[in-house]
């Protein structure tokens, strides 16, 4: 079982810049495709960013190429996203996620997820 806890949520204004991170305590963590998804109020879960288990591969939704960078640090078993120029449109909960698949953009392929950081972009 693999726990996944975020944290570096906040509130910013459009412009600015928030950096999440996702700790996966566990000996295991460098197996892992991790993937950032958002879910906005009243919207369905959508795929952000993944990063293959040695950082070499990254992957990223339209909406976010170019302004948002993953990375990870296997030795502490930490993924981060690195958000830049935010938008009021990428206001939504992001949740950290886990998969032994192979790199996915589907929420369905994750096996392990986190409780959730809010982000709220302002105006």
């Known amino acids: 079982q693999v726990q996944l806890v975020e944290s570096g949520g906040g509130l910013v204004q459009a412009g600015g810049s928030l950096r999440l991170s996702c700790a996966a305590p566990?000996?295991?963590?460098?197996?892992?495709?991790m993937g950032w998804f958002r879910q906005a109020p009243g919207k369905e879960r959508e795929f952000v960013a993944a990063i293959t288990w040695n950082g070499g591969t990254t992957y990223y939704a339209d909406s976010v190429k170019g302004r948002f960078t993953i990375s990870r640090d296997n030795a502490i078993n930490t993924v981060h996203l690195q958000m830049n120029s935010l938008k009021p449109e990428d206001t939504a909960v992001y949740y950290c996620a886990g998969s032994l698949s192979i790199p996915t953009r589907s929420a369905s392929l994750y096996d392990y997820w986190g409780q959730g950081t809010q982000v709220t972009v302002s105006s």
């Open positions: 566990g000996r295991t963590f460098s197996r892992y495709v």
